[in-house]
């Protein structure tokens, strides 16, 4: 007798596949004008009433209202707004040139739905990271069950949006709990998962389904560095820390966990990045327009706290803030100084509103300690000299870099956001991003009738020898001119087709 109870992972799991691959079948057929005519639904419902999102996400995350809808509301209807500009033309059915080893066939490449896919996430964007995956799916025509992070779950609030449509309610699943019900989720057989969360979880989730061979796209953890050279515009350069810092109290994948400074300016930069980030206001109302919220998890305060601690007593110097209370989730921003490589804020996600500096004496320098992590998820360089910014850029090992802004690269839906080394494999967003939530299929279209290839059977001696004077005519070395070559390829294939026309009998 099977012992699952109806609130047990695999039990509720099972049942949430079973109506999501009814729902997925169901509408195999609707077609892509139907599916972003649900979506521009779902995208003005965002925006009618973005304050239930917001209010939502400041009471499970902590943000501050800004940030929410900053990244949660924009970053959403952005990417809906760029699907419904894009998605038609990259989802057609694409020709591909024809070699001329083929000639009179066309090629063609589809993009198809996948199926059901699955979509786990962490808890520090819980509706922005729900609203571009479910419209990335749905765009390409897949159902999705999507499990929110059970540290910020805001239930019943992807339901409460999709509701909007009856076709998005078809494809659009909700599966709470914590990694137990991601476990039980990959059991049921997704068609692909799409995972964002840290690196130690997505190793798991990987060796779960090569069992079953479910592909699996990561988007892990970063460190990411910002440098900064001495001929930056110090006041911007200085603000744009503070933000990719602090931003949503640094618990944002590709906020800046390194700072890297040029030796000429550091002391003055580092006084300067102490001035303002007093200036800083850390809210504790909800309804507050802080400038920074409180942090979302005690676990994850604690981890900030271990490795403030262990840089102090490494040697490091506390410039702003101060250890964090281990009874409250309000932490003041902390900037460090004094910060050696030995150091786990300086080598290890910290995800926390703490700012490590270190000073560089030249561009070599600075690249070789911006890729000394395991990380490569994002990066920023400010420099008043493009192309030394660029050649940077270009070093750098990561997915994505923004010069002389930060965390900017992910703010146009156009451009795909992954990352570099441990921090993932494959793109959320931009054409790539899109892409991954389909199949290709190539299908190469002939004409049909009674005619008999020349690479089928019967093989013979003078098939082959025809078909080497063919490959030499096409890619043969020698003194070929360009007019004799084409003569020549034409004249042998000319010879094989006529070959093909022959019937077996
Ligand atoms: P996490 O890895 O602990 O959890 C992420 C999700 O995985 C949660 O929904 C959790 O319930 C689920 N889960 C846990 N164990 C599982 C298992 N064995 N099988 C299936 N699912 C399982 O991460 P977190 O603490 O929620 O989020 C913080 C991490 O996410 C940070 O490392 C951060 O950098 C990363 N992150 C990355 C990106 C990106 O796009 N690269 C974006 C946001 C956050």
């Known amino acids: 007798m099977d012992a699952a109870t109806p609130t047990e992972p695999r039990h509720v799991a099972a049942q949430i596949f079973t109506t999501a691959r009814a729902g997925y079948a169901r509408h195999r057929q609707t077609d892509l004008d139907a599916r972003l005519a649900a979506l521009r639904t779902l995208k003005q419902e965002i ?4 304050d239930e999102a917001i209010d939502a996400v400041m009471r499970d995350v902590g943000k501050c209202h800004t940030d929410a809808l900053i990244a949660e509301i924009i970053g959403a209807v952005d990417w809906i707004h760029w699907l419904e500009g894009n998605a038609t033309r990259l989802l057609a059915p694409q020709k591909v040139p024809t070699p001329i080893t083929l000639l009179g066939k066309r090629s063609e490449l589809w993009h198809e739905a996948l199926g059901v896919v699955l979509v786990i996430c962490p808890w520090n964007y819980p509706f922005h990271n729900a609203i571009t995956a479910i419209a990335a799916a749905v765009a390409c025509g897949n159902a999705i069950v999507y499990k929110p992070s059970e540290h910020a779950p805001c239930v019943g609030l992807i339901e409460r949006f999709v509701g909007v449509s009856p076709l998005l309610n078809d494809l659009v699943h909700v599966a709470y709990g914590d990694g137990a019900m991601g476990r039980a989720l990959i059991d049921a057989g997704p068609a692909k998962i799409f995972f964002t969360g ?7 989730i990987m060796a779960q389904a090569a069992q079953q061979l479910i592909p699996v796209e990561l988007e892990l953890g970063g460190k990411d560095p910002m440098i900064v050279f001495d001929d930056a515009h110090t006041p911007r350069a200085v603000a744009g820390a503070l933000w990719g810092a602090f931003t949503n109290a640094g618990q944002s994948c590709s906020a800046v966990e390194r700072l890297l400074v040029h030796e ?3 002391d003055a930069f580092v006084d300067d990045l102490v001035r303002e980030a007093s200036r800083l206001v850390i809210g504790t109302d909800d309804r507050g327009d802080a400038d920074i919220g409180r942090m979302t998890a005690s676990f994850q305060r604690d981890k900030v706290i271990a490795h403030i601690e262990e840089a102090l007593q490494l040697g490091a110097r506390l410039r702003h803030g101060r250890i ?14 004094h910060v050696t490589s030995q150091m786990r804020v300086w080598t290890d996600e910290t995800f926390g509103p703490v700012l490590p500096v270190m000073r560089f004496g030249d561009e070599a320098e600075a690249i070789r300690l911006a890729n000394g992590t395991d990380y490569g998820l994002c990066a920023s360089v400010f420099s008043a000299d493009q192309a030394r910014a660029r050649r ?3 070093a750098l090992e990561v997915g ?5 802004n930060v965390n900017m690269s992910e703010g146009n839906p156009g451009l795909p956001f992954g990352g570099a080394k441990k921090s993932g494999f494959g793109k959320l967003r931009g054409p790539e991003g899109l892409l991954g939530f389909t199949r290709s299929k190539a299908v190469l279209i002939d004409q049909g009738g009674a005619k008999i290839e020349a690479n089928w059977y019967p093989y013979t001696d003078e098939k082959l020898r025809r078909f080497q004077r063919f490959v030499d005519a096409l890619y043969g070395r020698g003194l070929w001119t360009r007019a004799f070559r084409l003569l020549a390829i034409a004249w042998h294939g000319l010879r094989l087709e006529a070959f093909s026309q022959r019937p077996r009998d």
Not at 47 to 50: C, E, I, M, V
Not at 199 to 204: E, K, L, N, V, W
């Open 47 to 50: 925006l009618d009433h973005r």
């Open 198 to 204: 840290s690196g130690a979880t997505g190793a798991r």
């Open 264 to 266: 000429r300016i550091h």
């Open 324 to 337: 964090p209370d281990r009874d409250s989730l309000i932490v003041e921003p902390v900037i460090l100084d």
């Open 392 to 394: 940077v850029a270009a």
């Open 400 to 404: 994505g870099v923004s010069i002389n």
